[in-house]
Each structure stands twice: as structure tokens, then as C-alpha cells.
């Protein structure tokens, strides 16, 4: 199997950035009460990931290892995402006014995504090339908007629900989180090569 | 310790940073959108509660909608009057001032007068009991009080009063979101300055409401002869009013004979 299928699938399922990596957890609870809000969120993600993997891996290779700074990683690569957020915010409000409508609120919340951190430190680590880095950084979003969509579906369920008083909110956010994570772990038996 | 090192990662993340900064400077020049100034003085009138009642995805949207002459100055439901008048001196326009609207649950079919079928023990929801033959009551547009509606209310101003929903008119600002709410579609927005209303939504024919409830339109037209502004007509075996004609008078609530035109906020009159 092509190593950058193997990348997917392992950034989506077996690896996911969610449920199983446990990055991002701050907007997969607060963004994730209703289906729509949360497929927003999750193509927001997909996209800021995308471009920040690419980004990142340019800086790191043409700047801080030629300086060999790359103990400065964390440091840069979260002046890069900020950048970056900033710059598409303001680019997608100007050139395509309709995209900016639906991604518009998720997108400033994204800067202080650890998930988009750790896509771009994790191709570093990996050690993947460019067009490696492009593709965990798009599937890894994708794997995020899966968790997210799955997540948002089994909570507008339990708003539906009598739930004891105790547990009414976020602790039962926390256990159904719990159990889809879970649930993900199963896929660890996909591990390929 | 090497200095020149600490030098350079300063240095060239410094850079880094002052690139970027520059970039965005530019971006944001180049980029610029023209916004409206008037867009956020307009929503400083608006309540804020994001709502939806006027139609639009909150009060910005509507704000925005307003400032291009999208909406009229009077879209809110919820600010009024008072809230027009300032938007419209923004706008530089003479405000229209709509009639307050105040939502009202076409049902009266309590505990005490429903016939119950079964008893459900589910999960709260309008819905999810609609999906076992209609609701608990024997009637099947009857209220099936299981607080959708409540729920669905920014306000606060709706309750459950055995097994029906109930409106406080005090909390209530017609926004409207009940009436999406209701599977049923039992609540409507009626205006504030009328009192009377048809507290049941049953199509059936007289016998066959009769055996269902005690509180529903048996479509016996007393109310639609003796209205004298000709406001009230029966049609499908239930009394709608008219309330451009209707003169507030409530004639109506005393010649139903199953006392199910009312008056709002005021309880049912006692039996006798």
C-alpha cells in the first residue's frame, strides 16, 4: 500500500487526533452541541490544518534547520499558525465572502487549537516530507471532523434525555467522550506497517 | 554558553515575526472590507439574546440585514417599540411600530379533562412521544405536554401546568421560537392587546372530541353566530378569530359552551 494512504488512514482512525492522541479536546467539547456548528468546526480545522502542515514544514526546513534552532519548534511553529489563522481570516472575509459565512466564527478559535500544534510538531517527529506532511496535516483534520460530527450526534441524543442531575453537562459530555474514545481504540488492531 | 547561538534564534525569530507582522499589516490594508459603522449601532439597540425571531441567525445578522435595507427597523419582535424608534433615528427613517405579539398554546386539554390512553415514561421530548401513536392523550392534536416548548424558549416564559403548556405574558416577547418548537404546532403569536383566544385545536367532528376531551372545540358555531364584528369563523369542526375584526369584547368566552375560548392569564372559570 502507498505510504500516504497508510498516513491517512492512520491520522483518521488509528491515530486520531481526538479520541485517541487527545489533542483538541477544547473546541471537540465546546463546539460539538449541535451537528452543524460542529461540521463547521471540523472543516475549519481540515483547512487551517492543511495549509499550517504545509507552512510549517517549509519554515522548519528552510529556516530553523538551517540555523539549527529547531529546539525552537513550539515557538515558531505557534507564531506560524497564529499568522496564518489571522491571514486567511482576513483573506477569506475579502475574496470569498460565502466560505468566510461558514467557517467565519470557528476560524479565530483555531489559533489556540492544540491539534493544529501537534499535526505540524508530529510531521516534524515523523520525520515526512512535504507532500507526507500535506496529506497527515488534511487527515488529520478530517479524522478531527469525524470525531467531532460522531461526538455532536450522541450529545444531541442526550440532551434529549433525562439525565441525573449530577451529571447533567459536562460530566456526561466527559463520559460519552469517554466511551467514543474508546470505541476508537479498536482500530489500533489496523496498524499497518 | 555560546552567545552567538541565543543571537541567531532571536534574531532570525525575530524576523520570523517581523515578516509575518508585515505581511498581515499589508493583508489587512489589502484586504480591508468595508463594514457598515452603523452594523454595531444598530445591534447595541437590539436585546442581544440572539433569538432568531426576526428570521435572521442572531441580532448581528439582523443588525447587518437592517443596515443594508434588507429588514425594516422594526424587524426585532422582542426590543419593540422602543428598540425601532432608536434604530430607526440611526437609520434616519420614521419607525413603523408593529403590534407586541405574545405567543399562545392553542390547547386546554389539562389532565383533569384529557383522556389519557396510555402512560409514557420515555424521554422528555414533544417528539419522541409523538412517535408512539401521537401522544399520551386520546386526542391527537391535543398539547402533549412534555415541555419542547419550554425548552425552546430563550425567555423563560413558558411552563408546564398539568400537562399543557402555559405562557406568561409578563416574560413572554413574542420572538416566536415556540411556534417552531411545537411538533404539533399548537402555539401561535396573537396580539398583546387582545385577550381572547380558541384554546383548543381539535378538527374532529363534535361526538368524536367530546370522547376525548372535556375541554375541546365541539364546532357547535354559538360563538361564530353571536360575535357582532363577524370576527369568529368555524371551519373543519374548530372556532379560528379574526383579530384584525375582532373588537376584544368576549362575547365569545361566554356563549362557548365548553368554555374553551378563554381569556389569557386568567384560569378557566370554575365549573359549576
Redesign the interface.
Known amino acids: 500500500m502507498p505510504t500516504i494512504l497508510i498516513i491517512a488512514i492512520n491520522a483518521i482512525l488509528i491515530e486520531n487526533f481526538v479520541l485517541v492522541k487527545f489533542l483538541g479536546i477544547c473546541p471537540f467539547l465546546g463546539v460539538s452541541k449541535k451537528t452543524d456548528t460542529a461540521i463547521g468546526m471540523g472543516c475549519a480545522v481540515i483547512f487551517t490544518m492543511t495549509l499550517s502542515s504545509a507552512l510549517t514544514w517549509a519554515v522548519n526546513r528552510f529556516i530553523l534547520e538551517q540555523f539549527h534552532l529547531q529546539y525552537m519548534q513550539t515557538v515558531a511553529f505557534i507564531l506560524v499558525i497564529a499568522a496564518l489563522v489571522q491571514f486567511i481570516e482576513m483573506a477569506l472575509q475579502k475574496l470569498m465572502p460565502a466560505l468566510y459565512q461558514a467557517l467565519g466564527i470557528y476560524l479565530p478559535l483555531i489559533t489556540t487549537n492544540c491539534a493544529v500544534l501537534g499535526s505540524a510538531l508530529l510531521n516534524i517527529q515523523n520525520g515526512y516530507n512535504f507532500i507526507e506532511s500535506v496529506v497527515f496535516g488534511f487527515s488529520a483534520g478530517v479524522g478531527f471532523l469525524l470525531a467531532i460530527v460522531l461526538f455532536s450526534g450522541v450529545r444531541e441524543r442526550i440532551a434529549a434525555c433525562d439525565i441525573p442531575k449530577p451529571f447533567q453537562g459536562f460530566p456526561i459530555a466527559l463520559i460519552s467522550a469517554a466511551l467514543l474514545s474508546l470505541a476508537f481504540m479498536g482500530f489500533q488492531g489496523l496498524k499497518l506497517g | 554558553m555560546d552567545i552567538g ?1 541565543i543571537v ?2 532571536a534574531v ?2 525575530g524576523l ?2 517581523l515578516v ?2 508585515v ?2 499589516a499589508f ?2 490594508r ?4 468595508e463594514q457598515d459603522e452603523r452594523i454595531p449601532q444598530i445591534a447595541e439597540c437590539l436585546p442581544g439574546a440572539n433569538c432568531g425571531g426576526c428570521g435572521y441567525a442572531g441580532c448581528t445578522a439582523l443588525a447587518a440585514a437592517i443596515a443594508e435595507g434588507k429588514a425594516p427597523v422594526n424587524a426585532c419582535p422582542v426590543g419593540g417599540a422602543p428598540s425601532a424608534e432608536r434604530i430607526a433615528e440611526i437609520m434616519g427613517v420614521a419607525a413603523l411600530t408593529a403590534e407586541p405579539m405574545r405567543a399562545c398554546v392553542h390547547c386546554c386539554g389539562t389532565d383533569g379533562d384529557a383522556v389519557k390512553r396510555y402512560r409514557y415514561e420515555g ?3 414533544c ?2 412521544v409523538l412517535r408512539l401513536g401521537g401522544g399520551e392523550k386520546a386526542c391527537t392534536y391535543a398539547c402533549v405536554g412534555l415541555g419542547s416548548c419550554v425548552r425552546a424558549c430563550p425567555f423563560g416564559a413558558l411552563s408546564l401546568k398539568d400537562g399543557v403548556a402555559a405562557v406568561d405574558l409578563a416574560k413572554c416577547t413574542g420572538c416566536g421560537q415556540c411556534l417552531t418548537a411545537c411538533p404539533k404546532g399548537l402555539i401561535s403569536l396573537i396580539p398583546l392587546s387582545h385577550s381572547y383566544y380558541v384554546g383548543c385545536s381539535n378538527r374532529d367532528r363534535g361526538g368524536e372530541t367530546k370522547k376525548v376531551c372535556k375541554a375541546g372545540c365541539i364546532g357547535c358555531k354559538l360563538c361564530e353566530r353571536n360575535c357582532p364584528a363577524g370576527a369568529i369563523t368555524v371551519t373543519d369542526n374548530f372556532a379560528k378569530i379574526d383579530y384584525e375584526k375582532c373588537t376584544d369584547c368576549g362575547l365569545c368566552a361566554e356563549k362557548c359552551p365548553v368554555k374553551i375560548i378563554r381569556r389569557r392569564g386568567e384560569e378557566p372559570p370554575a365549573e359549576s
Open positions: 547561538a541567531i534564534a532570525s525569530l520570523l515575526g509575518f507582522g505581511i498581515l493583508a489587512s489589502a484586504f480591508a472590507v424521554i422528555s421530548d417528539e419522541a
